[in-house]
């Protein structure tokens, strides 16, 4: 069960009337306890009186309760009431029961009403009930029960002796049967009660969120309303005071103008009829969508009304050799339409016809006299629409190719512009379509003009020509149609090509920079143009596959880029020119018109250098190209510094390696020199180890540290005074002391060159023995670096082979036997074996003839 929540149960009671059923509750009783009275003076006329009293005394108890009600505050305490109503009333009649003999009367169907009468009349709380229920069942039981024990056990009823206990049993199971079933319909009925609030509360707060969406749309919709309204003034006024002084500058009326001038103002002029035609369309469907759009009707010849329109779409047809057909009957076709509305739905199907057509198709219109109505079709044979799409075209800004890479320039209006108006005339429109071979739009008119709705006929009080009409009986600003009539071709802007002639290089370089512009927009090039032309040189180009030709062939020094065009777009460019190890190192500049950070990012990781967003400046613009350029320009000096650093970096270091080296063996044969009797010691040592280890297998760096290790082995010496070094005969115990240091010595002059570190170790350990006797460590085994392992071995063949102060030198064989018995002990047997196996080539010359 949810958790108690007071509001909650209020609001029950509240809702089910608790008050106002238990004041109907007591002034039942207040009128079944008078009616009763008639039964008493019929069915125990001998207590009447007695009952009289009884009764009166509970009717002041219901009085005395009604009074309360009026004044419970809370429901809780109206609800206490109600209970304190039963319980009062069954008293009254359980009392009234113990009097005329317990079990024995039916005045217990009293109480039975009471049971039946609450579930029925008074919404209780459950637990309510349940207090009651027991309350009125003891009530009856306890009297009737001692009145049982001390009264008569049988009756005679119609001359039939009838034990009372078949009473007791027979009222009881009534009475208790009464009350189970009137419990769980109680507990029933307010799972129930509850249950239904919880919804109507859930209900109720639903409507209340539904409410305040209904208002927020609503004020939303004032605004956009309101929107609407200022755009009209804001964006058309201004946009017409540029449009009609333009206009009257090409026209020659201001004096005569350069071409470059004129190729300008074109410019400008075109643009500005797309944003104009953008806005009308925008503010006709908004017009159309909010039922203000007023059709100035009258009877139109469609066979007549058709050409001019065709004639004004011929040119851009003669440009992309897209022929323009019209079939209609021989006889006028009279049609009731807003002329002016009708003509927007034509040209707009004209005009999507057009774009979606390539070069070489055919344009068909259809004008067909049916009984009832008249059908306009439009016919291409350009690229068609998915069946899907189909019906869903006419919805406001949806497009086949939605894409920002689309090949078409559009805003997805005109066609639902076309439907809205079609559908104010009552109309239809819709389009049959196959994938690749082209698209037909068929536009239904009703005859007569019955079918218009009244509201939205606006009577003309003049007809004048079509292009030539003053509106008289609009309040609103000059339309700019009026003051610049050539309003078809505000329709058609989107559809004109612009060539980028005289956009092309010039053949001659000179600037220091050449800029690649790429953007399927020619305008933009010629904008480009126009702002860049005097400080760079510069490559027009309108798609991206161009522009990567074209930095193949002339590598430039920086590419600007369109993101959104039709095939390979922006980020595609990108991606491909940073990928190519040839192309990365131009930078690129995004150009686009849509801004955000997700743009931004999707740029960067496609590789572009930097971004612009349209509308540019041409300062920003061209301080950003400057910067790139500075900034390729310091790339690549750095990159040159960095490589003559780095080959005069390996210069060096080969210098001080060699320098080093000789330093070292200037270093080893100064300490040979110190030692008359071991001369060349060193230098035989290096080369016997080297030996030993190439028969090992060493790498050649290996074998190359082990040539310095072996040369610089006893440099330590240096510190062992010449006295001791030289002593011929035997050293004192002392003097063996200084020349033990000489490992531990050669390691601390070694040890300050980082490259020697591992070569200083294989030094320090040279006089350490295999079996952990040696000296400075007592290393043991394999602990003693390898180096060391190897020299040892050398080092001690050559000192027996060689003549010291204190005996002569041995002959070879006796250096054998020496190390061989040695083995396991002094050396490595492992190097052992190596050495012995080229023992032979060390022999020197001269062998001498004595042992040791
Ligand atoms: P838009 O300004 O994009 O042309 P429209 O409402 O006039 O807007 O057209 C909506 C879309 O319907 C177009 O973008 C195009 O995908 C599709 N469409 C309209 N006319 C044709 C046609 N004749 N052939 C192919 N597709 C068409």
């Known amino acids: 069960m949810a958790s108690y929540d007071p509001q909650f149960e209020d609001r029950l009671n509240q809702e089910y009337d608790l008050r106002g059923r238990t004041r109907m509750a007591a002034f039942l009783s207040l009128a079944l306890f008078t009616v009763f009275i008639g039964l008493d003076a019929v069915y125990t006329p001998q207590y009447f009186l007695t009952f009289l009293f009884l009764r009166l005394g509970v009717m002041a108890a219901v009085g005395v309760i009604l009074l309360l009600l009026k004044r419970a505050k809370t429901s809780q305490g109206v609800m206490n009431l109600a209970l304190v109503l039963a319980l009062i009333d069954a008293a009254g009649i359980a009392v009234m029961i113990y009097i005329l003999g317990g079990f024995l009367t039916s005045y217990y169907q009293g109480l039975n009403i009471i049971v039946m009468g609450m579930i029925v009349l008074i919404p209780l709380a459950f637990r309510y009930t349940i207090t009651l229920y027991v309350s009125i069942w003891f009530m009856y039981t306890i009297p009737s029960v001692i009145h049982y024990l001390v009264g008569q056990k049988a009756v005679v009823v119609d001359g039939v002796e009838i034990a009372v206990w078949r009473f007791v049993i027979n009222n009881l199971t009534f009475l208790t049967s009464i009350i189970v079933v009137g419990a769980i319909g109680s507990s029933y009925m307010e799972s129930i009660r509850r249950r239904e609030l919880r919804s109507r509360l859930q209900l109720e707060e639903t409507t209340g969120q539904l409410k305040e969406s209904n208002e927020k749309l609503k004020s939303l919709d004032e605004l956009k309303t309101q929107f609407f309204a200022n755009v009209n003034h804001e964006l058309r006024t ?40 953008l806005i009308n369309n925008l503010l006709d469907l908004n017009k159309l969508e909010e039922g203000r759009m007023r059709l100035k009707v009258r009877s139109v010849n469609l066979v007549e009304f058709v050409p001019p329109l065709l004639a004004s779409v011929k040119p851009l047809a003669d440009q992309k050799q897209i022929r323009l057909y019209f079939q209609h009957p021989p006889h006028a076709v009279e049609l009731t339409i807003d002329p002016d509305q009708f003509e927007k739905v034509i040209f707009n199907l004209l005009s999507n016809a057009l774009k979606f057509t390539s070069r070489g198709g055919k344009i068909t219109t259809y004008i067909e006299d049916k009984d009832h109505t008249v059908t306009t079709t439009v016919e291409d044979t350009g690229i068609g629409i998915p069946a899907h799409m189909l019906e869903r075209i006419f919805d406001r800004f949806s497009q086949v190719d939605g894409s920002k890479s689309r090949a078409q320039e559009g805003t997805g209006i005109g066609l639902a512009l076309a439907r809205e108006i079609v559908l104010v005339h009552k109309g239809t429109i819709r389009a049959e379509s196959e994938l690749g071979k082209g698209s037909r739009f068929v536009v239904e008119m009703h005859k007569g003009e019955e079918h218009f709705d009244e509201d939205v006929l606006e009577r003309r009080t003049e007809d004048l020509p079509i292009g030539l009409k003053r509106r008289t009986t609009d309040t609103e600003e000059p339309r700019v149609q009026d003051i610049v009539t050539d309003y078809r071709r505000l329709q058609l802007v989107d559809l004109e090509k ?22 399927d927009n020619p305008e933009v090039l010629k904008l480009m143009k126009m702002l860049l032309a005097d400080e760079f040189d510069l490559e027009l180009v309108t798609s991206a596959e161009q522009g990567l030709a074209f930095l193949r062939a002339k590598n430039p020094d920086l590419v600007l880029c369109d993101v959104m065009m039709p095939g390979m777009d922006g980020h595609a460019f990108s991606r491909a020119v940073k990928g190519d190890d040839a192309l990365k190192h131009i930078p690129i500049i995004l150009v686009t018109a849509r801004t955000g950070a997700e743009m931004l990012a999707e740029g960067m990781k496609a590789g572009a250098d930097d971004y612009i967003s349209k509308p540019f400046d041409s300062t920003e613009l061209k301080a950003r190209i400057r910067s790139q350029l500075r900034m390729r320009q310091m790339e690549s ?24 080296l000789s330093t070292v063996k200037s270093l080893a044969s100064a300490i040979d020199a110190k030692d008359e009797y071991t001369r060349h010691h060193s230098t035989r040592v290096t080369d016997f180890s080297m030996k030993i280890a190439a028969k090992m297998g060493f790498s050649e760096k290996e074998i190359g540290d082990l040539e310095l290790a072996a040369l610089l082995h006893d440099v330590g010496k240096i510190a062992v005074p010449e006295s001791i070094l030289n002593k011929p005969g035997k050293l004192t115990k002392e003097e063996f002391e200084v020349i033990k240091e000489h490992p531990v010595r050669g390691e601390a002059i070694l040890s300050p060159v980082i490259e020697l570190k591992e070569i200083s170790r294989v030094v320090r350990a040279h006089h350490e023995r295999y079996d952990g006797t040696g000296y400075p460590d007592r290393l043991k085994g394999r602990e003693i670096p390898l180096g060391a392992r190897i020299m040892t071995i050398a080092d001690t063949y050559d000192s027996i082979t060689s003549e010291r102060p204190y005996r002569k030198a041995a002959s070879h064989r006796y250096a054998m036997k020496e190390i061989i018995a040695c083995s396991g002990t002094q050396f490595d047997p492992e190097v052992v074996e190596h050495f012995l196996e080229i023992a032979g080539t060390f022999v020197p010359d001269q062998e001498p003839e004595h042992g040791a």
């Open 498 to 519: 612009v060539d980028i002639e005289g956009g092309q290089v010039d053949e001659a370089k000179v600037h220091d920079a050449l800029i690649l512009c790429v953007d």
């Open 238 to 277: 201004p946009l017409t005071l540029m449009l009609a002084p333009l206009k009257s500058l090409l026209e020659g009326r201001m004096g005569k103008l350069s071409p470059m001038l004129k190729d300008t103002l074109e410019t400008m002029q075109r643009n500005g009829y797309k944003l104009l035609k």
């Open 637 to 660: 000096e750095l990159a040159l510094m960095n490589k003559n650093l780095r080959m005069r970096t390996s210069d060096l270091v080969e210098q001080q390696r060699s320098l080093f």
